[in-house]
């Protein structure tokens, strides 16, 4: 790694660039790196405390990198120097508010890898150069990283996304990071490979930057109000100068004055700009120095500014400002916020937002201007893992009747992220509800940063569950049917059937689930009673017969009532095994290469000793006039409901696996039998919602940019020949495809 240098001094006078006004040292330098010339280092780290300035800095040279963008800029009054070539622009995939692997699927999307895996993605840019492509890669916000701000997210960019790519030497790497992963992103690499630009450095300070940024915030010909020391130039330059001496170039400087500059501009009565003492050095100062300007306490301010500098996401709701204010508090703060909007407005920016899920009261959000003010904040809260959990209890009392289905978004979606960094996350993690209605890709972001031994059995299931969650984008109905599974399969009934109460519209409810290897075909049919004899199957060795997981034991009573009528048929599910499968029956006794079959109940998957030639399977007419009929693909079934005509089929519902489909077969009287290389389960399909199918379809097949890896090239699985219905063919059915880069499966 090479120490960075001062440029020479300048010979003749250029305008600073239009969006920055300043940092030329740090735009020669990249500038250098964009142009490849002799001794350029190819992996350029820019880091700095938080208000340094780097997105602004990084912003402006993208700028001067888009070859549409440059069309507007007055290039030739520029530094040339500071001006990059004029190249394609380069590969911008933000880390903002995306994981490590996000960010990895938008560079393979961006280059159209055909990568199944994000191991992938590397080798496939290696050989990008060979094509005659550059790879010229710029990846901002890395502090900013992440769905949840506790969950670590920035270093498993930096390790996982940035340190590999570094490594690959067809790459050219500039990536913003914060300061204490820099020296790890560069650490390894040959020297003379990567130069770190440290913007609190002093060979990169940049006083007359400061000044310039100062004066122009001062300016009223952009937008400041007509004051006497805005009006006149000399005056605006002299305080310009002071507010920069008091702010040095330190942590902070570029956020600092700028705070300062609106603090004054908003409520200068009171303001001596003779004063040095009203002047601040950091983001802390400029809060205090407010508060004591318009007759406040400094700790009033910070109180009204704590639940925006505590909040995930984009913001608050405004409705939920006052009552967690008042939680991180301690104390009523009704009457402080009521008279407190004006006295933090220079701190707070509204987002508004548009969107028909979007309740009323819930498409305003308030957030603080800038992550700095946050931080300076959250350093003065003495206590905040308390401090987030009185917030999370109170977010638990805005549910209605704790009902998470009437949540308001924020409340549900952003809950986990301050139970997490409250130390409570673990306890929250038993509540089916929270599971089925939170947005997925926060929740499992959570869930993921807690320590497995500290995760309860539910957790555990909605871990394994979560990634088939994010990838298929599922909407809450559909990610409740999708665990109500998952519990059943993890021997979890009781989770399970609190979904099947709170969430009644679930297309499904499994019977039953059993882990059987090796499962391969599975088809559904009828044993009569003189051949039905139900009995713990005998085990052949000492391995234990599979148990199924029933749903409920209303469902094993059922069976049992079912299993002692000696006047009805029973229905089965027939499974091949490999030979030796406890409770199976060995196709060929003497041949231990040959498969098994396994005979259980339809209906809560009881092993049956019974003789697989003596099942009945259903014929084709009765598979062609049921009411179902279903079509598989590598890892989805989806059940149809037939019209009175050909061509006007319905969906009913698709299931949606984790791992390809091995068999799959569907009773006349609508049970769906499923397996998988682990095992093989019952659903009991139920009578679609107006309108839920179709939206469960288009959850999954959305358009996208670049498919995940079990749906890339994907030719559709034929179940077997007896469990085959006809493919019914409305416009809207395709194979179910999943937008953005959340659809890619973690790896």
């Not at 130039?233 to 507010?243: N, Q």
């Not at 990610?479 to 979904?499: I, K, N, Q, S, W």
């Not at 084709?620 to 279903?630: I, N, Q, Y």
Request: contains cysteine; glycine residues 8%; aromatic residues 4%.
């Amino acid at each position: 790694m090479t120490s960075p240098t001062q440029a020479p001094e300048q010979t003749k006078a250029y305008e600073p660039h239009p969006y920055i006004g300043g940092r030329d040292a740090a735009l020669r330098a990249l500038t250098a790196w964009r142009a490849e010339g002799p001794g350029a280092p190819r992996v350029v780290i820019l880091t700095g405390s938080t208000g340094t300035g780097r997105s602004r800095l990084l912003t402006g040279f993208l700028m001067l990198c888009d070859p549409e963008y440059r069309e507007g800029l007055e290039l030739d009054a520029l530094d040339p120097a500071t001006v990059p070539p004029d190249l394609p622009a380069p590969a911008v995939p933000s880390a903002a508010g995306r994981t490590a692997a996000q960010t990895l699927w938008l560079l393979a999307d961006h280059y159209r890898l055909s990568a199944r895996r994000t191991a992938d993605i590397f080798p496939g840019l290696a050989q990008l150069p060979l094509s005659g492509r550059p790879v010229t890669i710029v990846v901002p916000d890395v502090d900013r990283a992440g769905p949840v701000r506790g969950a670590g997210e920035p270093a498993r960019v930096v390790r996982n996304v940035l340190k590999p790519l570094a490594a690959v030497e067809s790459v050219r790497l500039l990536a913003d990071v914060p300061r204490e992963f820099a020296a790890e992103l560069a650490e390894g690499l040959p020297p003379g490979v990567a130069r770190i630009i440290d913007l609190d450095a002093p060979e990169w300070a940049d006083p007359e930057g400061l000044v310039l940024q100062a004066e122009t915030l001062l300016n009223p010909q952009f937008g400041a109000p007509e004051l006497p020391f805005t009006r006149e130039p000399d005056a605006r330059r002299s305080l310009a100068e002071a507010i920069a001496r008091s702010v040095g170039d330190g942590a902070g400087s570029r956020l600092t004055v700028q705070l300062a500059v609106q603090s004054i501009l908003m409520h200068p009565e009171g303001f001596d700009p003779a004063d040095a003492s009203q002047l601040p050095a950091s983001v802390g100062d400029v809060l205090d120095l407010h508060a004591q300007r318009l007759g406040a306490h400094p700790r009033t301010l910070r109180q009204i500014l704590a639940p925006l500098a505590l909040a995930e996401g984009d913001g608050l709701p405004v409705r939920l400002l006052t009552p967690l204010a008042s939680a991180v508090a301690e104390r009523d703060m009704s009457e402080d916020m009521a008279r407190g909007m004006l006295l933090a407005a220079p701190f707070i920016r509204p987002v508004e937002r548009a969107g028909e899920d979007i309740p009323e009261d819930e498409r305003t959000l308030l957030g603080l201007q800038h992550p700095g003010i946050g931080e300076a904040v959250r350093a003065g809260i003495p206590d905040v893992p308390g401090a987030q959990a009185r917030i999370a209890m109170e977010l638990l009392e805005a549910v209605p009747d704790q009902d998470w289905a009437k949540a308001g978004t924020y409340v549900r979606d952003h809950i986990a992220g301050h139970t997490l960094e409250a130390g409570l996350l673990p306890r929250l993690l038993t509540d089916p509800g929270l599971f089925a209605h939170a947005d997925p890709v926060r929740l499992r972001a959570a869930v993921e940063a807690v320590p497995p031994e500290q995760l309860d059995a539910p957790a555990r299931t909605y871990l394994r569950t979560a990634p088939l969650l994010t990838r298929t984008q599922a909407p809450a109905t559909l990610r409740a049917a999708l665990l109500e599974t998952a519990f059943v399969e993890d021997g979890l009934p009781e989770y399970a059937a609190v979904l099947r109460r709170i969430v009644p519209a679930l297309p499904w409810h499994t019977l039953w689930s059993a882990p059987v290897a090796g499962v391969g075909a599975v088809t559904v049919g009828t044993l009569s009673p003189s051949v039905t004899v139900p009995v713990t199957a005998p085990v052949p060795t000492p391995v234990p017969t599979p148990t199924p997981t029933p749903a409920s034991d209303s469902a094993v009573e059922a069976s049992a009532r079912q299993g002692a009528s000696e006047s009805a048929p029973r229905s089965v599910a027939v499974s091949t095994v490999p030979y030796g499968t406890p409770g199976a029956r060995p196709v060929k006794a003497d041949d231990p290469t040959a498969p098994a079959v396994l005979v259980q109940d339809l209906a809560t998957g009881a092993v049956i000793d019974a003789d697989p030639a003596r099942i009945q399977r259903p014929s084709d007419e009765e598979r062609a006039t049921g009411p179902l009929g279903f079509s598989r693909g590598a890892d989805y079934v989806r059940v149809w409901r037939r019209g009175e005509q050909q061509g006007d089929e319905k969906i009913v519902t698709v299931l949606i696996s984790a791992t390809p489909f091995t068999g799959t077969d569907l009773s006349p009287d609508g049970i769906l039998l499923v397996a998988t290389e682990s095992g093989v389960k019952a659903l009991r399909i139920r009578p679609a919602q107006p309108g839920a199918a179709a939206a469960a379809w288009r959850s999954v097949d959305g358009p996208r940019a670049a498919e995940p890896a079990s749906v890339q090239a994907r030719e559709p699985v034929q179940a077997p020949e007896s469990a085959q219905a006809p493919e019914p063919e409305p416009a809207a059915v395709r194979a179910p495809r999943a937008p953005g880069p959340d659809a890619h499966p973690a790896v």
